[in-house]
């Protein structure tokens, strides 16, 4: 593992690392609103009249529930979303705005929730997401799920924790093969998230540079490398534009795409969007599963 207090951007000033991760200040209140606005009609146009099934809790230990769209006749491989919102905002209400393109493509979604820190620690965050990843191997037959063909993908904390599920070591002890996750797309995604302890941020999620570590994606090791998809907007963060070249070289399995006219948050909604190159490239790793 790397020194503890030697990580990208570590030479930067307190007010220098908030610029490059405060993604929320760069767009400002008003735009900030008006992505946010976006995300649910977008999530709540895709879901009516959509076949599936919401609610269903996934993990008996938190009570956590998720939401099963776009299923159909058969088996279907199965896009599963995690939020963003750096861990302490959003939910699965919100996050299902791909949910109608995938179902005219044949491919179903499952959106998560998970407990927002700070009533979580990040690692019980991580041990809920990868319980969702299990139920959906266990369980998903029941709804028209294809436990052999799971891609898991997430924006900004989603791909953190998206980063997580890639990463190996914790299938096993949960009874699932290595390669449960057969793809990954992460968008603007934190692989080494030692920065966090010294942004706004840890106010919520309390890490230190130990536990930092040992929850960040880029400093874990996987026996299997799936296929993956690293993706950011062109005018995304510094910090998250920095975090997903730097992750790109060392999953020697996944591609990089940076988007044009995109920044942090409007970037993943490209997914709604069969003919964008994020939608365009999703259904490429599914179909390849």
Known sequence: MDDLDDWPG???????????????????PELFDRHMARYRAMSEAAVEGLPGRPGIVYDEASGERLDVWGTGEGLRPVFVFLHGGYWMALSRDVSSFMAGMLHEQGVATVVPDYTLAPQATLEEIVRQVRAAVAWVYRHGREHGLDPERIVVGGSSAGGHLTGMTMVGGWQEPLGLPADVVKAAMPFSGLFDIRPITRVYVNAAVRLDLARAAALSPALLPARYRCPAVLVAGQDDGDGFLAQSR????????????????????????????????????LLDLVRAV
């Open 10 to 28: 570590s030479e930067l000033s307190d007010e220098e690392l908030d610029v490059a991760y405060n993604v929320r200040r760069k767009a400002g």
């Open 246 to 281: 730097m992750f790109h070289p060392r999953w020697d399995a996944g591609d990089l795409m940076i988007v044009p006219g995109r920044d942090h948050f409007d970037v993943v909604l490209d997914l709604a969007d069969p003919d964008s190159p994020p939608g365009r490239a």
